[in-house]
């Protein structure tokens, strides 16, 4: 944990460093944080015994301390809490999954309560919910091995359009193209004041921020507004 970070950035130091946790997991892919409590999902390897898990903590800005850790059975990526719902990317698939009440689970092996599958996605990687408009935001890398094949997928009346299990095309905006500079995006974000999407694109030219704007996105080859090589 970091505190002081808006004010340090500002004056161009380095935000001081306030607690750290004890090694509880290795090959962590994703954060995801709610109140007091914050979850790591751990991809299997071989580093891991190759065991696929959420370690949950409990957080302050001066401590992080182990709360409890859950074994699952499908590959994790990206998480995203909603409340104290949490979802999850199936890694190495087209599908997301929903934990509900993801806090009161007892330690140990836990199954999803949700599973949706996205038409046309090869592999999903990352992945961020925004509530206030009921919108789910994911990405697409394709083919690891590809640095030019990547998407961004974007639906809107999320509740809606996952009631029955499976997102079609008809239902999502996707992103996707030349123009986009998209190959393999393994992270997503989205800025409301601003109302553009951002991501992480980790193979178009050794690595990006890529920024789109929300409101006017829409299937296709599109341009990013926001394209910085990182």
Do not use: C
């Not at 709360?67 to 979802?87: E, F, M, Q, T």
């Not at 601003?194 to 920024?211: K, M």
């Amino acid at each position: 944990a970091y505190s002081d970070v808006v004010a340090s950035l500002e004056q161009g130091v380095t935000p001081p460093l306030t607690a750290t946790s004890t090694s509880d997991f290795s090959n962590g892919r994703e954060i995801a944080v709610n109140g007091s409590k914050l979850v790591v999902a751990q991809d299997a390897a071989a580093s891991n015994n190759d065991q696929n898990r959420f370690i949950v903590y409990d957080v302050s800005a001066t401590s992080i301390t182990l709360d409890k850790i859950h074994d699952v059975n499908i590959n994790l990526w990206g998480i995203h809490l909603n409340g104290n719902d949490l979802w999850a990317i199936e890694d190495n698939s087209n599908r997301l999954v929903q934990y509900d009440d993801f806090f009161s689970l007892p330690a140990g092996m836990i199954t999803a309560d949700v599973m949706i599958e996205v038409e046309n996605l090869v592999r999903t990687h990352g992945i961020t919910y925004v509530a206030a408009n009921d919108m789910m935001l994911l990405t697409d890398v394709g083919a690891a091995s590809s640095p030019d094949d990547g998407a961004v997928i974007k639906v809107s009346g999320f509740a809606a359009a996952s009631a029955d299990g499976f997102i079609s095309d008809s239902e999502q905006v996707r992103v996707a193209g030349p123009s986009t500079f998209l190959g393999n995006p393994v992270d997503i974000a989205f800025d409301p004041e601003s109302n553009v999407i951002f991501v992480a694109e980790r193979a178009n030219g050794g690595g990006r921020i890529l920024g789109y704007s929300n409101a006017g996105l829409a299937s296709g080859d599109q341009a990013p507004l926001y394209n910085e090589l990182f």
